[in-house]
């Protein structure tokens, strides 16, 4: 079978999305699993629960691309139409299916709840579809072939889609012959997006049409994805290295890791990988590195713990550090950050220790002091190095930016050792 | 001017939102800021950074609503094309605005940068357009009028489009006699989505169509929303207040709050006008407790500081949880918790404490206390109270209805002072 380039719409069905009341978590994890299966999603829309929009829509996206994947509007109450919708679309008819009536007696025996009219419902599909079952709830997925198209529908309910993604994938693979498909991620930091594309304006005139280079910059750090789409899988890989080579030596600077994952993750596989423990002092940040950094399971290998002083009395109750100092040089000050990051080492015993101070604003700014001035430190048993920087107005990106930075700080750190 | 149902479509620009790499939030944030102005969201369309693409979905949603709100494509880079797209479709040239440029300059000057060639481009816009400044980056927003009809495009960097919400509701609320409406928002905690939809089945059939309620479960609250929008003012507020006055009597026994406010900032309120100051001591939540609460500007007021005791060692270093107990009643224990809570109220000198110790999981739980199994107290000078909760096996989810547990009881031990 020849290879190629299958592309997806995402529909999303939903009053709820469209007032705001809910992010659309639901297109992002279908993207990822089509992304991985080598589909590209052309395009996501997210319109509301009436019958009238949905037909249109359909008749729209079915004309341009292979596969439609629709979520929402399949539980029981007024506003679900999708089936309805679905049925009218490819002139089908409901049907009972056996297999799901008995998965929706036995999922409501579990729960001690009867079988309800409408709850019976749920075992009605169109007679065009094959039944993707449902895991963590009623209303089973439906798989709709037509010549070389398909037409997805799962219910919105998150946990209720991504139990069925996987199944989907497989079937999709299974199905259709994609093009081959590399990713290669860069992450920088110490380098704005706009600094960067002015440098790598040479290599991207360079790049094939089917090699493609991202740039997704987040609370201070660059992530770079180059990635290529082609047929022909030897190509792809020979020029996917040749390029991913020139980019690492346009880059060397700035980065510090070859894959698409979380700082605060790398920094935990590093310090378990070293035996290594660690704690932050957190003024500004209030808590939200440490929140970062114990995101992630395990986190308790290597993590100790936290002193969040958000006043000067904490800081010299708790962290001990020295009153005069503090009054002299002011909290947001290097002396203080330091003393800081070395109290908090040995107060709770750890090999390293970051501490930040600054002004998150939008209030306590001062001519000499801005809102946004913050200072990091980084120590261990011997040393300790802190830096200033100005990081905007924005109390959530002072912060945010404050803790990336951190985090790369303590990173560096334990790299260089 | 007659009143109209006024409609918009959001068209977000970016292929990281096909990739499933970022969760589009902006779409959230800007469907929330038009509902609240009366601005009926029909669609939200994502779409990557390819002229075509763009071009041919402009000229499809210019024809279906008033008002296209575009977010990103408007950096520096070279798949940044929404300009370029703009010129072509509405037939107009770049031009160089002083103003803009000004603000560029002071900004790099601020950020000690240089001002690059590429970086000047963005001081080029539409002639067609007015400017929406950008109190947080470079690029401005558009604002684009053609009879009726609007176009707005700003970045897709959310801090930078949150920044000019604002401005741009103003406007359109200037620019257009939308219909009237009222929202009312009721906080509850303690009953689940399922249970209160089957007891106020009753009260929705009674509802007219012009009302709406909304379900908004999130973290262990529920937030119910009664939505009303109509042409003739005094009609719609009879209504709203009648069945607002029923749902408050149906819901009372849960509802402690009637905004649509984020706990954290509902306490810090109350704990502000009360002139009380509070602390937390956290474990598993890894400070996330602390860092919600300093989310909020103004929090130094009230909140003196955390300890994060993420190992047993930083729970009786620090914390000085007696060692003797916390080796016979394990960490996730009434005994340990209300230590936390007494000993974290001394430490940090506030009138008010809570603390959390629990098993976030993936792993760490036995059969005595499983995965999920938390602790929470809340304390002042006078008493501790604690309670055990079980929230389940997904760590994030564990973590986040612990804190807003926390935040709720402790809410609750000051209203009840």
Same mark, same amino acid.
């Given at each position: 079978m020849q290879k190629e380039n299958i592309q997806a719409i995402i529909v999303n069905i939903g009053d709820e999305l469209l007032i705001g009341q809910v992010v659309n978590t639901n297109a992002t994890v279908i993207a990822e699993a089509l992304h991985k299966t080598n589909i590209q999603v052309k395009e996501v829309v997210?319109?509301?629960?009436?019958?009238?929009?949905?037909?249109?829509?359909?008749?729209?996206?079915?004309?341009?691309?292979?596969?439609?994947f629709i979520t929402g509007g399949l539980g029981t109450t007024n506003d679900d139409i999708t089936k309805a919708c679905i049925c009218e679309f490819f002139n089908s008819q409901l049907q009972e299916r056996p297999e799901v009536l008995k998965h929706i007696e036995h999922l409501r025996k579990?729960?001690?709840?009867?079988?309800?009219?409408?709850?019976?419902?749920?075992?009605?599909?169109?007679?065009?579809?094959?039944?993707?079952?449902?895991?963590?709830?009623?209303?089973?997925?439906?798989?709709?072939?037509?010549?070389?198209?398909?037409?997805?529908?799962?219910?919105?309910?998150p946990s209720e889609l991504m139990g069925m993604l996987e199944e989907i994938c497989q079937k999709i693979k299974q199905k259709y012959q994609t093009w081959h498909k590399i990713d290669k991620h860069f992450k920088l930091m110490g380098i704005s997006e706009s600094l960067l594309s002015d440098?790598?304006?040479?290599?991207?005139?360079?790049?094939?049409?089917?090699?493609?280079?991202?740039?997704?910059?987040?609370?201070?750090?660059? *992530?770079?994805?180059?990635?290529?789409?082609?047929?022909?899988?030897?190509?792809?890989?020979?020029?996917?290295?040749?390029?991913?080579?020139?980019?690492?030596?346009a880059t060397q600077d700035y980065t510090f890791a070859f894959e698409d994952t979380d700082l605060a993750l790398l920094l935990g596989r590093l310090l378990r990988e070293k035996g290594y423990t660690m704690a932050t002092a957190e003024s500004c940040t209030g808590g939200l590195i440490a929140s970062q950094i114990t995101a992630f399971a395990g986190?308790?290998?290597?993590?100790?713990g936290s002193i969040v002083a958000y006043s000067n009395e904490t800081k010299y109750n708790v962290l001990h550090v020295d009153k005069q100092v503090l009054e002299t040089q002011g909290a947001v000050s290097q002396e203080v950050v330091c003393l800081m990051a070395k109290n908090v080492l040995k107060l709770l015993n750890v090999d390293f220790s970051v501490a930040v101070s600054g002004i998150a604003g939008p209030s306590?700014?001062?001519?000499?002091?801005?809102?946004?001035?913050?200072?990091?430190?980084?120590?261990?048993? *011997?040393?300790?190095?802190?830096?200033?920087?100005?990081?905007?107005?924005?109390?959530?990106?002072?912060?945010?930016?404050?803790?990336?930075?951190?985090?790369?700080m303590l990173y560096r750190l334990i790299i260089n050792q």
């Amino acid at each position: 079978m020849q290879k190629e380039n299958i592309q997806a719409i995402i529909v999303n069905i939903g009053d709820e999305l469209l007032i705001g009341q809910v992010v659309n978590t639901n297109a992002t994890v279908i993207a990822e699993a089509l992304h991985k299966t080598n589909i590209q999603v052309k395009e996501v829309v997210t319109i509301g629960d009436d019958k009238n929009a949905i037909l249109s829509l359909l008749q729209r996206v079915w004309e341009e691309c292979h596969i439609v994947f629709i979520t929402g509007g399949l539980g029981t109450t007024n506003d679900d139409i999708t089936k309805a919708c679905i049925c009218e679309f490819f002139n089908s008819q409901l049907q009972e299916r056996p297999e799901v009536l008995k998965h929706i007696e036995h999922l409501r025996k579990e729960r001690g709840l009867c079988l309800s009219d409408s709850v019976r419902t749920q075992a009605m599909l169109p007679e065009c579809c094959q039944v993707i079952s449902n895991k963590h709830g009623l209303a089973p997925g439906m798989w709709i072939e037509k010549q070389n198209k398909l037409l997805l529908a799962t219910p919105g309910v998150p946990s209720e889609l991504m139990g069925m993604l996987e199944e989907i994938c497989q079937k999709i693979k299974q199905k259709y012959q994609t093009w081959h498909k590399i990713d290669k991620h860069f992450k920088l930091m110490g380098i704005s997006e706009s600094l960067l594309s002015d440098k790598l304006q040479d290599f991207e005139r360079q790049l094939p049409t089917y090699i493609k280079l991202a740039y997704l910059p987040k609370m201070g750090i660059v *992530n770079l994805r180059l990635s290529g789409s082609h047929a022909d899988k030897d190509l792809l890989e020979k020029e996917m290295n040749f390029f991913a080579d020139k980019l690492k030596e346009a880059t060397q600077d700035y980065t510090f890791a070859f894959e698409d994952t979380d700082l605060a993750l790398l920094l935990g596989r590093l310090l378990r990988e070293k035996g290594y423990t660690m704690a932050t002092a957190e003024s500004c940040t209030g808590g939200l590195i440490a929140s970062q950094i114990t995101a992630f399971a395990g986190a308790s290998d290597y993590f100790k713990g936290s002193i969040v002083a958000y006043s000067n009395e904490t800081k010299y109750n708790v962290l001990h550090v020295d009153k005069q100092v503090l009054e002299t040089q002011g909290a947001v000050s290097q002396e203080v950050v330091c003393l800081m990051a070395k109290n908090v080492l040995k107060l709770l015993n750890v090999d390293f220790s970051v501490a930040v101070s600054g002004i998150a604003g939008p209030s306590g700014g001062t001519p000499q002091k801005p809102v946004g001035t913050v200072w990091i430190a980084v120590a261990n048993k *011997n040393e300790c190095t802190a830096q200033c920087f100005h990081f905007g107005t924005h109390r959530k990106t002072v912060t945010e930016r404050t803790t990336q930075m951190a985090l790369y700080m303590l990173y560096r750190l334990i790299i260089n050792q």
